[in-house]
Each structure stands twice: as structure tokens, then as C-alpha cells.
T-cell receptor
Framework: DSGVTQTPKHLITATGQRVTLRCSPRSGDLSVYWYQQSLDQGLQFLIHYYNGEERAKGNILERFSAQQFPDLHSELNLSSLELGDSALYFC??????????????FGEGSRLTVL | AQRVTQPEKLLSVFKGAPVELKCNYSYSGSPELFWYVQYSRQRLQLLLRHISRESIKGFTADLNKGETSFHLKKPFAQEEDSAMYYCALKPSGTYKYIFGTGTRLKVLA
């Protein structure tokens, strides 16, 4: 399957801890987007990378950081975790900046539970 | 502020009835608008985009700039349409896609 791959699928951790979520975009896609989906909040845009460079930032907390590596995979780092960080974190990729077809291809998400 | 509003969390209709999923957006420029769908146990995927003016699986959506709306419609709902639907806005010249909170559509037999 050459679709967007996210690991881990599920993660349970404690408050104050740090976790890393990983995303591998579709083969050939240069853009990676991160979204957070909390209960009743819809998909909240966190950050966008294009070919290794940060291009747009949304409502991303200072405790969160991300990067896109030369092989185009991306990691979202969440530190000093709080209960409210429990959510489903989605990664999506697109071929360019999304301006071509406008389509985002989503992963299955990583469900983070902070206890 | 740029925002997408989907006022209904849940919409239940009977099979064969018309469906309209509402989407309103807040943006002063020329938007690109999309509908994404997530069927049970599947990934979120693009359903349609306004610039294509296409009909997918019998669904259509028309951009109404005066009312800042992009409602999704289907004349006759099918059980397989049951899913979560998200409206999304991409402000021109940006790389952000702003999603609404989603509407769960349940088509009853």
C-alpha cells in the first residue's frame, strides 16, 4: 500500500511525557499536513511542510513541534503532555502544495491517550 | 477569521429521501471548497471540490458566494451514503485547509 502511513496507530502515555508520531506520505508527495481531531472539535490544522520546509502553521502549541526529513517522512513531537492532548492525530499528504488538485490524502491517524 | 461551520452534528434521513448537508464558510477572498467523507473503518477521502463542478456518487455542491455556503446535496439517499462528512476551505494563496466539525449522515432503511 503506497498510501499515507502513520505510526503508531494507538499510544497510551502519562501526563508530562513526550511522544513522537510518525508519518510517511504517499510516494512522490512533497507536502505533509498534520491535523488534530479532538472530541467535537473537528480537524484542527497544526502545521504544513513542503519538501522539508515549514510552510504554514495553525493552532499548534509551543509544546508541539514537527519536522519533515529529506526522505519526506514527517514526525510530530508532543511534549509535556496534558490530558487535553488526547486526540486523534492525522497526517495528510499531497503532491505539491495542494494547489494543483486540492486533494489531501489522509492516513488512518494515531490515537493518543494521555492518562 | 477564516472558519467553516457545519451546523448539524447528525443528520438522519430515510433511504430515497433527499439529503442536504450544510456548510457555511467565513472568508473574504475567493475560496477553494471541498467535501471530504469518511466511511466506517476507512480513511478520510475527498468527495468533491467546487472548482470541478462535478457530481460524485450522486452528490453535488454549489458554491454560493452571496450566502457563503457550499451545501452538499443528493436527491435520493442510499444506505451506503452513511458516513461522516467534512466541509473544508482552502483560502487562496495559502497552504492551509480549514475543516468544519463534520456532520454524521445516517441513512435509514
Amino acid at each position: 500500500d503506497s498510501g499515507v502511513t502513520q505510526t503508531p496507530k494507538h499510544l497510551i502515555t502519562a501526563t508530562g511525557q513526550r511522544v513522537t508520531l510518525r508519518c510517511s506520505p504517499r510516494s512522490g508527495d512533497l507536502s505533509v499536513y498534520w491535523y488534530q481531531q479532538s472530541l467535537d472539535q473537528g480537524l484542527q490544522f497544526l502545521i504544513h511542510y513542503y519538501n522539508g520546509e515549514e510552510r504554514a502553521k495553525g493552532n499548534i502549541l509551543e509544546r508541539f513541534s514537527a519536522q519533515q526529513f529529506p526522505d519526506l517522512h514527517s514526525e510530530l513531537n508532543l511534549s509535556s503532555l496534558e490530558l487535553g492532548d488526547s486526540a486523534l492525530y492525522f497526517c495528510a499528504s499531497s503532491p505539491r502544495t495542494g494547489g494543483n488538485t486540492g486533494e489531501l490524502f489522509f492516513g488512518e491517524g494515531s490515537r493518543l491517550t494521555v492518562l | 477569521a477564516q472558519r467553516v461551520t457545519q451546523p448539524e452534528k447528525l443528520l438522519s434521513v430515510f433511504k430515497g429521501a433527499p439529503v442536504e448537508l450544510k456548510c457555511n464558510y467565513s472568508y473574504s477572498g475567493s475560496p477553494e471548497l471541498f467535501w471530504y467523507v469518511q466511511y466506517s473503518r476507512q480513511r478520510l477521502q475527498l468527495l468533491l471540490r467546487h472548482i470541478s463542478r462535478e457530481s460524485i456518487k450522486g452528490f453535488t455542491a454549489d458554491l454560493n458566494k452571496g450566502e457563503t455556503s457550499f451545501h452538499l446535496k443528493k436527491p435520493f439517499a442510499q444506505e451506503e451514503d452513511s458516513a461522516m462528512y467534512y466541509c473544508a476551505l482552502k483560502p487562496s494563496g495559502t497552504y492551509k485547509y480549514i475543516f468544519g466539525t463534520g456532520t454524521r449522515l445516517k441513512v435509514l432503511a
